[in-house]
């Protein structure tokens, strides 16, 4: 059955616009005024709203095996919250540790998500450590269609990578095509003064920020640059806070290092104080790189206006309270982490588009098509476009509502964003045609989410130019 999608305004990277949507066999087929309906398709009326193409969230976690525990949402709960939020395409982080065998890893996370998800969906890999039998892993691993890499800087002896280590795999990266993202602090110093702070009872979860300060996320940016440049790999610097490693990251583009930078929702709009709440409410809001100093803020703001912050994720992560607590006797115990999958498109557009931060255009770009374009999804996602998967999001802009964690699809027990207004939602999200989400609640197939396979090539030679 068709869809046709009438009177909406299509917003897109590139402007504004009235227009029909024709939706056939998963994908657009016609865009233009005054398009009438085939036999059976479905009609709906889009007037007073606005058309997005789905969102994409370019890194979550749902199966994540982390500090004692595991991040408690599964594909599907994760991707009806994905869904009514808007977004219809996450990248999630495939995290085996480091004594863990690469492959096997990957097969374990494929198989979590298969036939689970009710959106579509794509992996990042991550290199946790470097011998023969991983690189051949990797190369295999790339040839199935997941064509991204993640390293970790931090997290020594779990999931982190020494730096000859990184090393390899940036150099297996740039051979392949593909680029590598990377969560970028020193993990030898965040060790260190985590040491020096319990050892004089500083235990709380207000101590996790001085034990990961602004300057170890700006030496680990710093690094990873250095390294892409010495292996001529791409990178993608995942959840930037603070304006010392902003600098370095522009510091590196400007030289001509391939490199581009993603904050995320947390960053833009929470601040340490949060962190600082007593016990399990502090922690609550413990991740890492940590909330900062509210004066980041206008440095992140004005440069995803500006482009030089590309794209904009969650890492959604989400651990309940009873996890939380698992840190009460040292903040280098509590799961780093906090859910935003659910809210990232709504409370990005209240705060940024419809605060005067953001032009609606950035706001597409940096929520779907520049995900898309940097992981080898596009134009089959983030564009509105004959050809492009029918994935789609309309969005009532006069909706208003509180964000609290007893609506929430999350699977978790506690929102970050409790008590927040937003204004607007999702009314109706399809995809790849089929109406996943009506009158903003989830109507959909569970299974109907299937995995992208992306082509290893697609970023060779891809310049900041181009
Ligand atoms: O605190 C965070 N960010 N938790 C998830 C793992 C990661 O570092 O992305
Ligand atoms: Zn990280
Ligand atoms: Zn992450």
């Not at 540790?97 to 374990?108: N, T, V």
Request: hydrophobic fraction near 40%.
């Amino acid at each position: 059955m068709g869809l046709l999608i009438k009177g909406g305004e299509l917003v897109t990277a590139e402007g504004r616009r009235r227009a029909d949507i024709l939706v056939e066999d998963e994908r657009i087929a016609a865009i233009g005024t005054g398009l009438t309906a085939p036999a059976n398709a479905e009609v709906i009326d889009a007037r007073g709203k606005l058309v997005f193409p789905g969102f994409i969230d370019p890194h979550v976690h749902i199966h994540l095996p982390f500090m004692a525990t595991f991040a408690k949402d599964t594909h599907a709960t994760a991707s009806r919250a994905a869904l009514v939020g808007g977004t219809t395409t996450y990248i999630e982080m495939v995290c085996p540790s480091r004594g863990e065998d690469a492959l096997a890893g990957y097969e374990l996370w494929k198989h979590k998500a298969q036939g689970n998800s009710a959106c579509d969906y794509a992996f990042h890999m991550a290199v946790t450590r470097w011998d023969e039998k991983t690189e051949e892993q990797l190369r295999e691993i790339v040839r199935d269609g997941t064509a991204s890499f993640k390293i970790f800087l931090s997290y020594k002896d779990f999931f982190g990578v020494t730096d000859e280590e990184m090393f390899h795999a940036l150099k297996l990266a740039a051979e392949l095509g593909v680029i590598t993202t990377a969560h970028c602090e020193n993990a030898e110093l965040v060790g260190q003064l985590q040491q020096e702070l319990l050892a004089t009872g500083k235990i709380g979860p207000e101590w996790h920020e001085p034990s990961r300060p602004e300057f170890v996320e700006a030496e680990g940016t710093t690094r990873f640059a250095t390294f892409l440049e010495a292996t001529g790999a791409a990178g993608y610097v995942v959840h930037l806070s603070c304006r010392p490693a902003l600098e370095a990251a522009l510091a590196a583009k400007a030289r001509g290092v391939r490199l581009w930078i993603e904050s995320v929702l947390p960053h833009f709009l929470l601040d340490k104080t949060y962190a600082e709440r007593e016990d399990v409410e502090g922690m609550k809001y413990v991740m890492s790189p940590p909330l900062r100093n509210k004066r980041n803020q206008p440095a992140l703001w004005h440069s995803l206006e500006a482009g030089s912050i590309d794209t904009v994720g969650t890492d959604h992560c989400p651990f309940d309270g009873e996890q939380k607590a698992l840190g009460t006797k040292a903040f280098t115990q509590i799961p780093n982490g906090i859910p935003g999958l659910e809210d990232r498109v709504n409370l990005m557009w209240t705060y940024g588009v419809k605060r005067g931060r953001l032009s609606e255009q950035r706001f597409v770009e940096a929520l779907s098509t520049q995900p898309a374009k940097l992981f080898g999804l596009y134009p089959r996602k983030g564009a509105i476009e004959v050809g492009a998967d029918a994935d789609l999001v309309i969005y009532d802009p006069e909706y208003r509502r509180t964000i609290s964690a007893a609506t929430q699809l999350t699977n978790n027990d506690y929102n970050g964003f409790e008590g927040w207004e937003i204004e607007g939602r999702p009314a109706v999200v399809t995809v790849r045609g089929k109406v996943q989400v009506r009158d903003g609640k989830f109507v959909g197939e569970q299974g109907r989410g299937r995995m992208l396979r992306r082509e290893p090539q697609y970023f060779r030679g891809e310049t900041h130019a181009s």
